[in-house]
Nanobody, 124 residues
Framework: QLQLVESGGGLVQPGGSLRLSCAASGFTLDYYTIGWFRQAPGKEREGVSC????????NYVDSVKGRFTISRDNAKNTVYLQMNSLKPEDTAIYYC?????????????????WGQGTQVTVSS
C-alpha cells in the first residue's frame, strides 16, 4: 500500500529552523515528483515547493524563496524540506504529496497521493 508519512514539524520561534521529512513506503520515490503543500486555518491549501522525479527541477512559492530548500534522497526513499528563517505566517499543517512522472507543479490536482500532514507553528 502506497503511503507517505511526514515528520519534523513542531513549535519554533520566529527566525528558527525546522527540517520536514516525507518518507515513502509501499513504493519507491525514484519515479515520482514530490510536492510540499501547506494549509493554514481558514485558508486554501497552498503549494510551497516541488521537486521532480530526477531532482533536476525544483520550484518554490515566492514567499519562501531563499528560506526553504527541498531535496530528495532516493536511497532513503525520503524527501526533505529545510525551512530556515521561519516566520509566524509559515504556521500551517504541511503535507507532502506524490505524483508519478517528471514534472514540478504547485497544483493540488497533479498529486494523487498525500500524507496526513505535520503541524508547524512559528510563535514566540
Amino acid at each position: 500500500q502506497l503511503q507517505l508519512v511526514e515528520s519534523g514539524g513542531g513549535l519554533v520561534q520566529p527566525g528558527g529552523s525546522l527540517r520536514l521529512s516525507c518518507a515513502a513506503s509501499g513504493f519507491t520515490l525514484d519515479y515520482y515528483t514530490i510536492g510540499w503543500f501547506r494549509q493554514a486555518p481558514g485558508k486554501e491549501r497552498e503549494g510551497v515547493s516541488c521537486i521532480s522525479s530526477s531532482g533536476g527541477r525544483t520550484n518554490y512559492v515566492d514567499s519562501v524563496k531563499g528560506r526553504f530548500t527541498i531535496s530528495r534522497d532516493n536511497a532513503k526513499n525520503t524527501v526533505y524540506l529545510q525551512m530556515n528563517s521561519l516566520k509566524p505566517e509559515d504556521t500551517a499543517i504541511y503535507y507532502c504529496a506524490a505524483g508519478r512522472g517528471e514534472y514540478c507543479s504547485s497544483l493540488v490536482r497533479r498529486y494523487p497521493y498525500w500524507g496526513q500532514g505535520t503541524q508547524v507553528t512559528v510563535s514566540s
